[in-house]
């Protein structure tokens, strides 16, 4: 007898609601798809378990016998689930400072609601981490070409500022306009920074570039006054360097932050991510 785990769950719902539009909502699938579930339900068990109408659904006698099992097995089912789920890890790269408060509710929510844990793991390239497999999925900032066959969410566009080293003299503005940076050193991370030449059009890019390989170099070479550099503004209240200080910036662009996986990566545990991700995706 071919039943499947839908048929019971669909089964189960609509007895619960005792509703197919309810239980279509719940299960997030339409209501006519609901009833064929239902209806090859029946079909194969040769039964009828559910008396319907315009304006109630009713168990049948039958129905109410067998609902009794189905919720046993679908119960037995989930804490079987359950104990494999604990040990489940999703693998979440990232290349400096997580954006916040985005992480913490998306990371909450989503070990919340599947009892997977997430991993976070430091890269100097995420993407390069993703290809290797090494990494489940990445977040992302700035633009950049995805690997080949990677899917992409963007999230979210974070704020830019600023900054540069305790005795620089920007240190004297109230502010930086995007389009004076150009007159200015500029200290770029080329692996994961989001703030570079390409940001500018030919004539309006920085004449003098100095280039460090991730943010940790970065930093340092800003804090030592050898030029300055742009961030998202997360960087403001998550850095703690005395040697730096940051300065707002006008008129510039917001630097995107996505999600890059590929989609033959634990496919369902991802998906829950996403899902989770996305509530969270406007930050607060």
Same mark, same amino acid.
């Given at each position: 007898?071919?039943?499947?785990?839908? #048929?019971?769950?669909?089964?189960?719902?609509?007895?619960?609601?005792?509703?197919?539009?309810?239980?279509?909502?719940?299960?997030?699938?339409t209501q006519p798809a609901l009833s064929r579930t239902v209806a090859q339900? !029946?079909?194969?068990?040769?039964?009828?378990?559910?008396?319907?109408?315009?304006?109630?659904v009713e168990l049948t006698d039958t129905g109410a016998e067998f609902l009794v099992h189905v919720?046993?097995?679908?119960?037995?089912?989930?804490?079987?689930?359950?104990? /494999?789920? #604990?040990r489940v890890t999703l693998r979440l790269g990232f290349s400096w400072l997580l954006p916040d408060p985005w992480t913490q509710q998306t990371v909450s929510r989503f070990e919340e609601t599947t009892g997977a844990t997430v991993?976070?793991?430091?890269?100097?390239?995420?993407?390069?981490a993703l290809r290797q497999r090494v990494l489940d999925i990445a977040v992302v900032r700035g633009a950049f070409d995805a690997p080949p066959g990677?899917?992409?969410?963007?999230?979210?566009? !974070?704020?830019?500022?600023?900054?540069?080293?305790?005795?620089s003299d920007l240190n004297r503005f109230d502010h930086l306009d995007w389009t004076d940076v150009q007159h200015w050193t500029l200290v770029v991370n080329t692996v994961s920074g989001t703030t570079g030449p390409w940001s500018w059009p030919v004539d309006q890019r920085p004449d003098?570039?100095?280039?460090?390989?991730?943010?940790?170099?970065?930093?340092?070479? /800003?804090?030592?006054?050898?030029?300055?550099?742009?961030?998202?503004? /997360?960087?403001?209240?998550?850095?703690?360097?005395?040697?730096v200080r940051f300065v707002p910036l006008t008129?510039?662009?917001?630097?995107?932050?996505?999600? /890059? #996986?590929?989609?033959?990566?634990?496919?369902?545990?991802?998906?829950?991510?996403?899902?989770?991700a996305v509530p969270a995706a406007v930050p607060e």
């Open positions: 007898m071919d039943v499947e785990l839908r #048929h019971l769950r669909a089964f189960a719902s609509v007895a619960r609601h005792r509703s197919f539009s309810r239980a279509a909502e719940e299960l997030l699938i339900l !029946e079909g194969k068990l040769s039964v009828r378990l559910l008396d319907r109408s315009s304006r109630h919720e046993r097995v679908l119960a037995t089912l989930g804490q079987a689930l359950a104990v /494999v789920s #604990h991993s976070l793991t430091r890269t100097d390239d995420p993407l390069q990677a899917r992409t969410m963007h999230l979210f566009d !974070e704020p830019r500022i600023a900054v540069c080293s305790e005795h003098r570039i100095i280039e460090t390989a991730n943010y940790d170099e970065w930093l340092e070479t /800003v804090a030592a006054n050898r030029g300055i550099g742009i961030v998202p503004e /997360v960087a403001q209240r998550r850095t703690q360097h005395p040697a008129n510039a662009p917001a630097s995107p932050v996505s999600l /890059v #996986h590929f989609p033959d990566a634990q496919r369902t545990l991802i998906r829950r991510f996403l899902d989770a």
